[in-house]
């Protein structure tokens, strides 16, 4: 047994001890340098061969270079524990520097982004932009729109009475066209003006419905105005929000506060008219109703349907983002989702 051999043995093991990089490199090469096939052991069968003299010499050389290559180990062991230790700790710990940040800055709501949008179009086109409370009587909200106590077009509109004054004299508004009556009121034609805010009614919350909404309409009221400047109209805003290759149609259809009146829609933005799933395959999507201001309602506020004449429209600007937006549930709008909200 050359004393070289045991050396080069030893220096072998001090390499690959050095070269483990984890717990479980270390183990394998623990194993083959001082396992039942090592060359240690392979020298200590080789024992029995020598005389006794040599024998007990080179076994006390043998015990010896095992029990420094076993040191070796056991430092690196200890070495590669707390390195694993650290590696763990790091790959757990919580990351609570963002505490001693501020707050991050927040940004508008979809839906007040799309109001804003909507109110600069128009106001590009000369509208103004008024305003009113949500809280309303039935006279605001239904009979000076040509819908009296009774009249079966109230069913239309699922109303939240309050407890107020008389019964179901009070009411959240079902929607912004009371403050058509008030811009009326306030003043005299001639009147351009658009109404944005929120609307109650008592629905069930699905994809398309919410209990909690959001209009804008429109009014304007002077002489000789016609249904083709209602179509003008639409057309002209149709072109400036959605872009000049998107158009608008009409097609007949009630409401009892004008005549005659119309549903409006727009060619879909998704498929330039071609057909897809967003419109139905139809190339149209319906955006709200609109329509000449009937008589009575001028007769409510005082002013001569035999002077004056106007049009009326109206659409949701929560289903507007919807579309414009792309995203298949309203009620996305009000579940405060960050990873919704960020998108936009």
């Known amino acids: 047994m050359e004393a ?18 984890t717990l479980g490199e270390l183990r394998v090469v623990e194993s083959e340098t001082l396992g039942k096939r090592s060359p240690l052991s392979a020298l200590h069968q080789r024992l029995g061969s020598l005389a006794p003299d040599e024998r007990r010499d080179a076994g006390r050389t043998l015990n010896e270079t095992r029990a420094r290559i076993e040191g070796i180990f056991a430092r690196r062991l200890g070495e590669l524990e707390v390195e694993e230790r650290r590696r763990q700790l790091n790959d757990e710990r919580l990351d609570l520097t963002e505490v001693l940040r501020g707050p991050e800055r927040g940004h508008l709501h979809l839906v007040t982004q799309t109001r804003d949008a909507l ?68 003043q005299g034609p001639p009147i351009y003006s658009v109404m944005p805010g929120r609307c109650y009614r ?18 304007v009221v002077d002489h000789g105005i016609t249904f083709g400047h209602l179509a003008g109209t639409i057309e002209a805003f149709t072109n400036a929000y959605f872009g000049a290759k998107i158009h608008s149609r009409l097609r007949p259809s009630y409401y009892p506060f004008t005549e005659p009146s119309a549903d409006f829609e727009v060619g879909c933005i998704f498929c330039d008219g071609a057909g897809c799933r967003v419109c139905s395959h139809t190339g149209w999507i319906e955006l709200g109703g609109c329509g000449m201001v009937h008589p009575n309602v001028f007769g409510a506020v005082g002013i001569d349907a035999e002077e004056w004449t106007g049009f009326a429209f109206g659409f949701g600007i929560d289903r507007l983002a919807m579309i414009r937006h792309d995203f298949d549930d309203l009620r996305y709008l009000l579940t405060n989702d ?7």
């Open 4 to 21: 070289s051999e045991l050396q080069q043995i030893y220096d072998d093991a001090v390499f690959r001890a050095l070269e483990a990089r």
């Open 119 to 186: 109110e600069d179009v128009f106001v590009g086109m000369g509208f103004g932009v008024a305003e009113g409370p949500e809280v309303e009587t039935d006279w605001y909200n239904f009979e000076a729109l040509n819908i009296p106590p009774a009249h079966p077009a109230r069913s239309l509109w699922d109303t939240l009475y309050l407890k107020w004054g008389e019964p179901e004299s009070t009411l959240l508004r079902t929607h912004t066209s009371p403050v058509q009556i008030r811009v009326m009121q306030s």
């Open 338 to 344: 960050v990873r919704f909200l960020r998108q936009f």
């Open 202 to 219: 008592q629905e069930t919350s699905d994809a398309r419905h919410l209990a909690v909404f959001h209009q804008i309409e429109g009014l």
